[in-house]
């Protein structure tokens, strides 16, 4: 079993930052692809960003500049550094992996973590 569990939003002004974690433990053998989602209210879930076990990222045009996303291999963590954060960013932001197990190879999706940017 794996769990992926989300940390550091809460409530921010806009133009304000906020860092997001996402751990992976449990039966972890290898972690490829990391990726950050978000959902807004009434919206779609909609890819933020992703991030290869070798680094190499990409981003969703229009956060491009704001967000950066980065891991930890040896912590098994993705980070998601948001900045000038707008109130359109308000949504619950997901984090899903790419996990080998002993078992089997499946993408795992952390419980959320709600961000919201407000005056």
């Known amino acids: 079993q794996v769990q992926l569990v989300e940390s550091g939003g809460g409530l921010v002004q806009p133009g304000g930052s906020l860092r997001l974690s996402c751990a992976a433990s449990?039966?972890?053998?290898?972690?490829?692809?990391m990726n950050w989602y978000r959902q807004a209210p009434g919206k779609q879930r909609e890819l933020v960003a992703g991030?290869?076990?070798?680094?190499?990222?990409a981003y969703v045009d229009s956060l491009k500049g704001r967000f950066t996303i980065s891991r930890d291999n040896a912590k098994n963590t993705v980070y998601l550094q948001m900045n000038s954060l707008k109130p359109e960013d308000t949504a619950v932001y997901y984090c899903?992996?790419?996990?080998?197990?002993?078992?089997?190879?499946?993408?795992?999706w952390g419980q959320g973590t709600q961000v919201t940017v407000s005056s």
């Open positions: 449990g039966n972890v053998f290898r972690i490829y692809a």
């Open positions: 899903n992996a790419d996990v080998t197990t002993l078992a089997r190879r499946a993408f795992y």
């Open positions: 991030i290869t076990s070798g680094g190499a990222t």
